[in-house]
């Protein structure tokens, strides 16, 4: 330094974000000087995304104390903190910090347009603050280290002070084993650290909130500082008794943690880990059409807890070995394997509809409406197989053995793992080139089935529209296609587009005279489907425009007769002739256009109120 104590190094720095730029921009010759009083430790200094943790003194020209974070000045002893590149602070710190050594005191000279006069500051200045004349800052930096902002408005930060193993953090409902240890940011000890860890339950408030938080954000074995303000310190059976405390630092050292998963959201299949596999969850876990081996103990949920299967004692010792997404376990546990890594051990507790009620087989010893308990043990499994490098007819025989399947599901009436099933092959086609023009042919054929055959589950869904949308994926390359005329107006006929379903069906016609058998039977279950409609929408609207301006007219329900014809035309209905083949659709959902036009979407609702107000004499206006 020459003979002037403050030194310029209002330069270069590393660049930062535009904003940070444009606030440098500001900075002029002289306007920022720093004297060395102390010197600090190591050779690194602060960058964005480290906190910083200091002491300063605000002192005027003449020496004067005008604000001081220490005791001695008047200060409440309390460090502060801030987050570098994150936290809003006056540019001259903005500027101090990035120049400073861990442990370094140094006086910072700063124009009022570098602290709170400048245009535009972030921060407001403490009440009673000369913020238009030039001020000396002495700062000492006590710590700096890597931070992550938790909480955007910095109520919970982490610094990581050992990093942890894996990429996988507990979350509610976790359970936790940690050594935990808490003071306050002037390092007087509220909660000491002990031999015994911790063990706690996420979102069970058994730890305050931003304790939780944090640990959220942390992986195994890892140990790290997380600092909670005020407003995320909820008491707790940790810590009862939250009063007088502004801020807390958490250290915490994350010893284990037991995967515990909410699989539907509302309690009632829950799947806890017992015995950590091998792998990362969830890259190493099984994928959809895996061949799985298992070993499971089943349980009632009585008050003895009866053993109903085992595979270790009614499978001769042998583990269970079925294929995902075809149905052959209760649903509950097939969700539970797949979310399980080779090696785990896991206990799933699972409500009857998730378990036996809708399984079949049921096993003999499980009454219906039974809450069961499954001990699985994953032992391994093999993932499918990859199509690369097969040649043509391997790769349709591949997918006719997938297809063969969806159609068994689809006849069991799993239409969603039927569903996929048919989607998973159409997503293989990407990538099949067919060798020759008679290759092609059969490629073109397979395909246009499985999107019908989509459509056929999407049908039986009650999801009319994405129906629709797979039966396009066949008309739009050829309108005549009489499978998938078919299977649209049917479609169509479901949601009460009788017009198109009429349009759909006569093309039958037109395009295969041999299909006219079932063209004309489609036409006249469309046909009794709309005289249906229309009565009940006669019988819906009855009286409504018998009253006299001002009258409310009431809907008049179905008499006990009425709902007992209807019951009967229905189950008549059903046993119309329906050639449906059973065939699917893509993952890609219909898009739903509004109906601006009122007219439109009354209609929409009782497609045949048109012609229902039309025979009683009314108009369109009178509709609106």
């Known amino acids: 330094m020459a003979d002037d104590p403050y030194s310029d190094f209002s330069g270069s720095r590393k660049k930062a974000s535009e904003e940070a730029e444009k606030r440098r921009k500001k900075l002029t010759p002289g306007s920022l000087m720093k004297a060395l009083v102390r010197s600090g430790d190591g050779d690194a200094t602060p960058s964005d995304g480290d906190q910083v943790i200091y002491h300063y003194t605000t002192r005027t020209e003449e020496g004067a104390v005008v604000y001081s974070t220490r005791t001695e000045f008047g200060g409440k002893g309390k460090p502060q903190r801030l987050v570098l590149g994150k936290s809003k602070m006056i540019l001259g710190f903005a500027e101090a910090f990035p120049t400073m050594l861990k442990g370094e005191i140094s006086i910072f000279k700063m124009k009022p347009e570098i602290h709170y006069a400048e245009e535009d500051c972030p921060v407001e200045a403490p009440d009673g603050f000369p913020k238009d004349v030039e001020l000396n800052f002495e700062i000492e930096l006590l710590a700096f280290s890597k931070a992550k902002v938790i909480r955007e408005d910095f109520g919970v930060v982490k610094t990581i002070v050992m990093e942890g193993q894996g990429w996988e953090s507990p979350r509610t409902p976790y359970e936790v084993t940690a050594r935990v240890r808490a003071s306050t940011v002037d390092g007087n000890v509220i909660l000491p650290s002990k031999e015994e860890p911790y063990f706690f339950t996420l979102g069970k408030s058994e730890v ?137 051990v896991c206990s799933v507790t699972c409500p009857p509809d998730y378990a036996y009620d809708k399984f079949t087989p049921r096993p003999a010893k499980v ?59 159409l997503r293989e086609y990407n990538h099949v080139n067919p060798p020759d023009d008679e290759a092609g042919k059969i490629f073109v054929n397979s395909r246009n089935l499985l999107h019908l055959n989509v459509a056929a589950c999407y049908q039986k869904l009650g999801e009319c529209r994405k129906s629709i949308e ?80 001002g009258e409310i007219s009431e809907v008049v329900l179905d008499s006990p007769s009425d709902e007992k014809l209807e019951e009967k035309e229905q189950i008549e209905s059903e046993n119309l002739k329906d050639t449906t083949t059973t065939n699917p659709s893509t993952e890609r959902d219909a898009e739903f256009a509004f109906e601006g036009e009122r007219a439109g979407f009354f209609s929409r609702l009782f497609p045949s109120a048109r012609r229902v107000f039309s025979n009683l004499g009314l108009n369109r206006c009178s509709i609106l």
């Open 470 to 549: 797979s039966c396009n994926k066949v008309l739009d390359a050829n309108p005549v296609h009489v499978k998938g005329l078919y299977r649209r107006g049917m479609a169509h006929m479901q949601a009460g587009d009788f017009e198109e379903a009429k349009q759909d069906f006569e093309a039958m016609i037109k395009a295969d005279k041999s299909a006219e058998p079932d063209a004309t039977a489609a036409l006249a279950k469309l046909k009794q489907k709309e005289q249906e409609t229309e009565k009940k929408a006669r019988k819906q609207f009855k009286g409504l425009f018998d009253k006299k301006p």
């Open 208 to 344: 305050p909130e931003g304790l939780e938080i944090g640990i959220g954000s942390m992986a195994k074995s890892e140990k790290a500082k997380i600092y909670v303000t005020r407003d995320y310190l909820s008491k707790s059976t940790l810590m009862p008794s939250m009063e007088g405390l502004g801020e807390v630092v958490f250290e915490v050292e994350l010893i284990h943690f037991i995967q515990v998963r909410d699989m539907l959201g509302d309690g009632r299949l829950i799947k806890r880990r017992i015995v950590d596999g091998r792998g990362e969850f969830p890259m190493d876990c099984p994928l959809h059409d895996s061949l799985l081996r298992v070993h499971y103990k089943g349980m009632l949920l009585n008050e003895e807890t009866t053993v109903f299967y085992d595979t270790r004692v009614d499978n001769n010792g042998e583990p269970l070995e079925f294929s995902s997404g075809e149905g052959l376990v209760p649903e509950g546990l097939e969700m539970a394997v797949r979310l399980m890594l080779p090696g785990e």
């Open 367 to 425: 009454p219906e409406g039974a809450r069961v308990q499954w001990e699985i043990e994953l032992i391994d499994f093999k993932k499918p197989k990859d199509w690369t490098g097969l040649t043509f007819e391997e790769i349709m025989e591949e997918a006719d053995k997938i297809k063969n399947t969806g159609n068994r599901l689809f006849k069991e009436g799993k239409f969603e793992l039927a569903k996929a099933k048919y989607e998973k092959i």
